[in-house]
């Protein structure tokens, strides 16, 4: 009996202690929430600020308005929308492209057994620790010398700009994929195969829907990095009308920065949005792909 | 139990049909690939020759041999691969042995053919007496008799002829032997002619023995300006006898004029001797390398004891709002990191920008985060923690569901406090368990080009160096600009050579990387 009136105080102060510490860790929240968010916040009130420049800002502008964005979308200089459009291309094109080399080649790792299986996955993955970036020159002057006797896929194309893409598709992402492959049952190609199934309708018709959700989440971080990448479309790209979106706002932004704020933060905001509503619709199922080791620079 | 060695006999129609296919695919590979390797060969490209080629014996081997059947299914990937990763690395190491740049572009057989096609007009030699007549469109012929009174019609473009009154439209002889007329033209009399601004300049007679105009009374055919001695390895200028001995890619006299253009050509370990010994480089180099150091490693930290924090934080089972926080914590992740940068950039701008102004407001003082080198770096370190800290914390919080509480009760019962929990169980077991990625994160880090370029371009400036450098620029950025801004002459070779010091440096990290963590081995369990 005796003992009940300490526990129960006990229980009230760390039921106090804990509610003080859950209050001081939303309020740490908050200011971290502040720190992400504001910079967003910020090229909102830009783009929607009517005299556009970086001086006049104020958080909340004071006469809102969507001239910033009909400057952007309707110059003639600055081509937003074909610049978005051929972001998109590349980015789609690369990402589908890709995704078919890694998947047909970890099914080939996964599936059969050959001389040098081994020393081939350790060699895609060595060879991919370097960055292309470092070989960026190489690139440049590999690329210029294909152009003068394919013109369609020297300097200035997207075909080039796809196909240096393509060969840093053969990476971390084939490691990744043999693995959900490997997770998938020989039994079921094996009975397939009984029935008369060559390899690549087993692959086709069995094993691409079972791998379906795995194939959209490597799909996607794919196509999120393509349509970020700036430096390779900077080096091979280099008239105005081929620009990827990326190459595009950087160079915009070189020019008379300070002037151009408003509609740079208009354009800025258009470029991210479709690659936020991807992160923040499929949250979870991108986490779960980041931390199993999918690149995302 | 089921390995395929070799492919599964055809039981199907499409199976049947797809050697035949194979044949065509490979038939129409081929053909392309053969004229690519014959023009690049013709323009001079070698080592993209040997690499196409090369490619070209694989992909054949692999469509054709049996055994390569599991090879087919990645084919297409891996010539991607050597042509597009393997292939500019190996051209990498190579550029990085040459003197590669501007002025030295093209082989030195290319060189010797530019140089030789080069002409002078001797002084002395055989010449011709000329007159000039001119067509109404501005074409000029000449007629031209050498010492024997043998007259020569010359045609731009076209070789010397010997024509007779009535061929080629010429009309009759006058007493020295000139035709009166020439059909078409008309004849310019000697004050016209020499006067005339464009006869001196236009070379007469098809190419390799042109004939030019050198005085008044006489015109004379061009020689080669130069001749090649390949015992020597050097240029000799016939007109004043002077010797052009190939130095370093570039044909010089002793009195340092050069023959342009220069020409690729190997020079050993210059580069790299170069980049460990020069003392002009040496200053920007060494501050060049620690900051990159500096970079990657405090970027690291900062970014995983944020990211580790906020996990630790909101880790909480039933957190409030948790959901909630972490939607609006990884929002900077999902901003592509070049809109990021100009948007910090932007935010920064010492006069303009928000941040600036409000400080200004609040202590009186705007940071020149662009111009002043230590404030540019914190600049670059808060705006790398901003991109990054979510991929931590997301990383980071999954590490952390993943470590038992049956740890965490021990350590309560023997009475460890929440802090030596800390260090004691869950950063070294978070450690291992996110080891790889840190490594992954530190190596990108090292070579975070888009952040130091978008920012402030490398910037400010290090006053007095050879070469464009500045107090933010990393390693790669460095070499970025050697290559591409052409203000003071790109130099690809030493750019290669920096490249493959960073290769040491990024590989070096890997397989240690590979050594302490276990990730080779676990790599070969699942093999």
């Not at chain 2, 909101?314 to 939607?327: H, M, Q, T, V, W």
């Amino acid at each position: 009996m005796s003992s009940t009136v300490p526990l129960r105080q006990m229980r009230t102060s760390m039921k106090a202690r804990r509610t003080v510490s859950v209050g001081l860790r939303l309020v740490v929240a908050l200011f971290l929430i502040v720190f992400s968010v504001f910079p967003i916040l910020w090229v909102i009130s830009a783009s929607l600020n009517p005299t556009g420049s970086l001086a006049t800002q104020t958080l909340i502008p004071a006469n809102p308005g969507f001239d910033n964005y009909r400057i952007l979308l309707t110059s003639g200089e600055f081509p937003f929308w074909t610049w978005f459009g051929n972001s998109l291309k590349v980015a789609s094109i690369t990402a589908v492209l890709s995704l078919a080399i890694t998947t047909t080649a970890a099914y080939a790792f996964s599936r059969f057994r050959f001389n040098g299986r081994r020393t081939m996955l350790k060699g895609i993955l060595l060879i991919q620790v370097f960055p292309a970036l470092l070989a960026i020159v190489a690139i440049f002057l590999m690329i210029s010398q294909v152009g003068d006797i394919f013109p369609g896929v020297g300097l200035n194309t997207h075909a080039s700009l796809i196909l240096v893409y393509l060969g840093g598709a053969m990476g971390i992402n084939i490691w990744l994929m043999k693995g959900f492959l490997d997770t998938i049952p020989r039994e079921i190609d094996e009975s397939a195969m009984v029935e008369g199934a060559s390899d690549w309708q087993i692959f086709t018709r069995l094993i691409l829907p079972l791998l379906r959700p795995i194939l959209i989440v490597i799909l996607i971080l794919n196509y999120i990095n393509i349509y970020g990448e700036f430096i390779l479309a900077r080096v091979l790209l280099k008239s105005n009308e081929q620009y990827t979106l990326m190459v595009g706002l950087q160079v915009f932004a070189g020019a008379q920065f300070n002037q151009r704020w408003g509609i740079f933060a208009a354009g800025a905001l258009i470029g991210a949005l479709p690659i936020m509503i991807i992160y923040l619709l499929l949250q979870d199922q991108i986490v779960g792909g980041l931390t199993q080791g999918a690149v995302k620079e | 139990m089921s390995d395929r060695v070799s492919p599964p006999l055809p039981r199907t129609r499409a199976a049947a049909l797809s050697p035949f296919l194979r044949l065509v695919f490979l038939l129409a590979v081929d053909s392309t690939a053969v004229f690519f390797l014959l023009r690049v060969v013709a323009l001079g490209y070698y080592p993209l020759a040997a690499a196409t080629f090369v490619v070209l014996v694989v992909v054949n081997v692999i469509l054709l041999h049996r055994k390569a059947y599991p090879i087919r299914w990645m084919v297409v990937g891996l010539v991607l691969m050597a042509m597009f990763t393997i292939y500019p690395i190996l051209f990498t190491i190579w550029v990085s042995f040459t003197n590669y740049g501007e002025g030295h572009l093209i082989t030195q057989e290319q060189a010797i053919d530019q140089i030789l096609a080069e002409k002078y007009l001797p002084e002395t030699g055989r010449a011709y007496s000329w007159t000039a007549y001119k067509s109404a469109a501005g074409d000029y012929v000449l007629w031209l008799q050498d010492a024997a009174g043998t007259g020569y019609l010359a045609v731009p473009g076209e070789p010397l002829t010997q024509p007779q009154p009535g061929e080629a439209g010429l009309g009759a002889l006058d007493e020295d032997g000139i035709p009166e007329t020439i059909e078409g033209f008309n004849r310019l009399n000697t004050i016209l002619a020499t006067t005339d601004q464009n006869l001196p300049n236009i070379l007469f007679g098809e190419a390799g023995s042109t004939i030019q105009i050198r005085s008044p009374k006489e015109a004379a055919e061009l020689l080669p300006l130069y001749t090649y001695d390949p015992e020597r390895d050097a240029m000799i200028s016939q007109e004043t006898g002077v010797v052009f001995q190939n130095i370093r890619g570039t044909f010089s006299a002793p009195d340092g004029t050069q023959l342009r253009p220069g020409f690729v050509e190997t020079i050993q370990l210059a580069n790299f001797r170069e980049f460990f010994t020069s003392p002009a480089l040496r200053g920007p180099l060494v501050r060049i390398i620690t900051w990159n150091f500096a970079f990657a490693i405090l970027s690291l930290l900062f970014n995983l004891a944020l990211g580790l924090g906020i996990a630790i934080m909101f880790n909480e089972r039933g957190f409030p709002f948790k959901k909630l926080i972490r939607s609006l914590l990884i929002i900077p992740y999902t901003v592509p990191a070049l809109l990021t940068i100009l948007i910090w950039r932007g935010m920064l701008n010492p006069e303009l920008g928000v941040i600036d102004r409000f400080l200004e407001n609040l202590i009186g003082w705007a940071p020149p985060w662009f111009t002043d080198q230590w404030l540019a770096k914190v600049a670059i370190l808060l705006i790398n923690l901003w991109l990054s800290y979510p991929y931590f914390m997301l990383i980071c919080s999954g590490a952390l569901q993943s470590i038992s509480e049956d740890y965490y009760s021990a350590a309560q019962v023997d009475g460890a406090s929440a802090w030596q929990q800390f260090w004691q169980i869950t950063l070294p077991l978070l450690l291992v368990a996110v080891g790889p990625l840190l490594i992954a994160s530190l190596i990108f880090n090292f070579n975070n080009f888009n952040l130091i370029y978008l920012f402030n371009a490398g910037g400010p400036p290090m006053a007095g160096t050879p070469t464009p450098a500045g107090h933010t620029d990393i390693l790669i950025s460095y070499v970025y600009n050697l290559a591409f801004t052409a203000s003071r002459g790109v130099n690809y070779g030493f750019a290669a050579a920096i490249t493959m010091v960073i290769f040491f440096i990024v590989g070096t990290i890997t397989l240690l990387q590979f050594r302490y963590t276990n990730m080779w081995e676990e790599v070969s369990e699942n093999v």
